[in-house]
Nanobody, 123 residues
């Protein structure tokens, strides 16, 4: 059974860091790309980052370039999103999603989604 479970969200001060994890089961990361998306209250879901199957590609939204880094651990079947220099505008529910793509994109058209984890950046 395909399942994506996010963890690692929480409350952090501006300038701080968090690492989100997306534990996947039921799929092979060599064939699926994983995207990270976020949705703030009253706003549309937006793509943040993605990593393609076999690590073939990575993409980042302009708003997070230089601050966020996506990576994956094939042995643990887990994809990570390291978030540094967090800002108040990064506050949102963060989701990971899976799609069978080698070169990933940031449109929220992925086939499978996790339940989300809340990230709050506030002093």
């Amino acid at each position: 059974q395909l399942q994506l479970v996010e963890s690692g969200g929480g409350l952090v001060q501006p300038g701080g860091s968090l690492r989100l994890s997306c534990r996947v089961s039921g799929i092979d990361l060599d064939y699926y790309g994983i995207g990270w998306f976020r949705q703030a209250p009253g706003k549309e879901r937006e793509g943040v980052s993605c990593i393609g199957s076999r690590g073939a590609s990575t993409n980042y939204a302009d708003s997070v370039k230089g601050r966020f880094t996506a990576s994956r651990d094939i042995v643990k079947n887990t994809v990570y999103l390291q978030m540094n220099s967090l800002k108040a505008e990064d506050t949102a529910v963060y989701y990971c999603a899976a799609d069978m793509v080698a070169f990933c994109g940031l449109d929220p058209t992925y086939d499978y989604w996790g339940q989300g984890t809340q990230v709050t950046v506030s002093s």
